[in-house]
């Protein structure tokens, strides 16, 4: 195979061209000239979470509430364990963020006042079909971006522990990538597939998070040591059964509780409404023979059911689709309701990268915004805005005093065989898809999956552990024909990474925080004598190593000290 390679020089490198990369090149284009690279694996016009749309922003502060108040809700929903410092400094920023979206040609519903309309205490109703393109069409109004499309991005390039680019690959054209940037913004989103999906075989990917979101900005840093936080916290959707489409439409849009197999509303059974508690309580239902379980929507009315045919038309066709074909829609038939697989996502949950006030990571230089970044949940749409706002005007500040670097022509020709070692690799018995599979159905039964009810204890978690190291083994010597095989075998890789430093933090918080989402079966209580901190690690001599930390208040802004 003939491979060309391309040494590439920029001032800024954004890894990831979704929400949050996009926004933070549109942020560099317009307060600088520095020169603006994003690297993104499909195409920015249609990729990451918002790639089919979305029909609200559900984040922001409407009238009557304030930052403090959006970050009192962030704090009871994650039952304290948030980072105050970065759930404050996003929130001050959402509705300025939302209205440059909107002077970027997003469509936001109004009133007969010229008010944005609302969907509960923090949402706004839009017309989001064409949210991606606009935000990638906002990143072409600037000369000083450069946008690689079909790029793979592997690992970072470090070098005493500072960021001096990435090294990746052409998906389409065969050609080796060494990136040298002054400073890196991480925007690579979460990690799905990592457990047993709900649905099998074709119909696999009909999951809640986007399943080319393969956790790879978390396995680069976890590789070179980066600090990351919170991985026990996963996030688990209460999603429309079989279509996985979001139940917050229908949950908002018509006021429709949750009922059981007999009428009953069951979730203000198990505590207090937060996130993780709807997921529980349909699970623990479903468990005690209660189940199936529904969204009570049946009289709505016509016009209701019209509005919510037109609603996920915008974001989840596939729930449209199926009332249609059935011939019964949601004004005649409750909507079943079901959790997802487990997610490592940062944009729901606490999940990513250990980074300071200024979403600067552990790594000097490296900069983290959006799902990729930990310690602050519920950002959504408009929150990963945000971060990728806050961590472009601090990467500007950064690389004001920073001189380009290189690594040995050496360093560059090792990585270049490390990933080329695969096309030459002789063929196995093992395909990336039937590794997939066993590492989803080692996670699904002993790290908790939806098989096990979601919950776990500490010797399935062991066992978990050394499975997953043995795939990781096999998926080193994988075969790939092509540079698409060698970002299957990349993929695939970083979930398994991604999946082991999973176990490890489920494994160190020795209680139960999140019912569903953390449900210790061997400490199936709360402890906030021993565990309201953060669960942090650190990946260092082939071992995943556990940092306990204190809380950080809204008071604080917080730096690295070690």
């Not at 790939?480 to 979930?495: A, P, Q, V």
Request: proline fraction near 3%; aromatic fraction near 10%.
């Amino acid at each position: 195979m003939d491979i060309k390679r391309e040494k590439l020089y920029t001032d800024i490198l954004i890894i990831g061209g979704g929400t949050a990369g996009c926004y933070a090149a549109i942020t560099i284009g317009e307060k600088s000239d520095k020169k603006v690279m994003i690297a993104e694996k499909a195409n920015i016009k249609r990729s990451g979470c918002l790639a089919a749309g979305v029909n609200a922003l559900n984040a922001y502060i409407v009238k009557g509430k304030t930052p403090e108040d959006y970050l009192e809700y962030v704090k009871r929903d994650a039952n304290g364990i948030i980072r105050e410092d970065l759930v404050l400094t996003m929130s001050e920023r959402l509705n300025g963020v939302t209205r440059h979206l909107e002077k970027l040609g997003l469509v936001i519903l109004k009133d007969e006042k010229g008010d944005y309309v609302t969907r509960g205490d923090r949402n706004i109703k839009i017309n989001g079909e064409n949210i991606k393109p606009i935000l990638a069409a906002g990143v072409y109004k600037h000369d000083n971006i450069q946008v690689l499309n079909k790029v793979n991005i592997v690992d970072y390039i470090i070098k005493d522990n500072r960021v001096l680019g990435a090294y990746g690959f052409s998906i389409e054209n065969n050609i080796f990538y060494v990136i040298y940037a002054r400073g890196v913004i991480c925007a690579t989103g979460g990690a799905a597939g990592i457990y047993k999906p709900n649905n099998p075989g074709f119909s696999r990917h009909k999951m809640w998070y986007p399943p080319f979101n393969t956790g790879a900005g978390y396995a680069m840093g976890i590789r070179e040591g980066a600090e990351m936080t919170t991985f026990e916290m996963r996030f688990i959707a209460l999603r429309c059964k079989d279509t996985i489409a979001p139940t917050g439409t229908i949950a908002q849009g018509v006021s429709a509780p949750q009922i059981n197999c007999a009428g009953e509303t069951y979730d203000r059974n198990y505590g207090a409404p937060t996130t993780a508690n709807r997921v529980y309580s349909t699970v623990e239902e479903n468990r005690r023979g209660r189940g199936p379980c529904f969204l009570r929507t049946k009289g709505i009315g016509k016009r209701a059911e019209e509005e919510l045919l037109k609603a996920y038309l915008n974001m989840a066709p596939a729930q449209t689709l199926k009332w249609l074909e059935r011939g019964a829609g949601p004004s005649e038939e409750n909507v079943e309701i079901e959790g997802t697989e487990p997610y490592i996502v940062g944009g729901h949950t606490g999940s990513g990268y250990w980074v300071d006030t200024n979403r600067q990571t552990t790594i000097k230089g490296l900069y983290a915004a959006g799902d990729v970044a930990g310690g602050c949940p519920q950002k959504y749409v408009t929150g990963s805005l945000a971060e990728g706002e806050i961590a472009a005007e601090a990467v500007m500040k950064y690389i004001a005093a920073v001189l380009q670097q290189e690594v040995l022509c050496e360093e560059e020709e090792n990585k270049f065989r490390e990933i080329t070692g695969y096309l030459k690799n002789p063929s196995g018995i093992y395909t990336v898809g039937q590794l997939e599979e066993a590492m989803q159905k080692i996670m699904d039964e002993y790290a908790g999956g939806i098989s096990g009810s979601y919950g776990y204890n500490e010797v399935k978690l062991a066992v978990g552990k050394n499975r997953i190291r043995e795939i990781l083994k096999l998926a080193y010597k994988l075969h790939g024909e092509d540079f698409y095989d060698l970002m299957k075998i990349y993929e695939l890789i970083d979930r398994l990474v991604v999946a082991e430093a999973v176990i490890a933090h489920l494994e160190a918080r020795k209680e139960t925080r999140w019912h569903s989402f953390q449900e210790n079966l061997d400490y199936p209580g709360l402890n906030d004598k021993d565990y309201f901190l953060y669960i942090n690690s650190v990946f260092k001599d082939g071992e995943i190593r556990i940092i306990k930390r204190p809380l950080v208040d809204r008071r604080q802004t917080y730096e690295h000290q070690n």
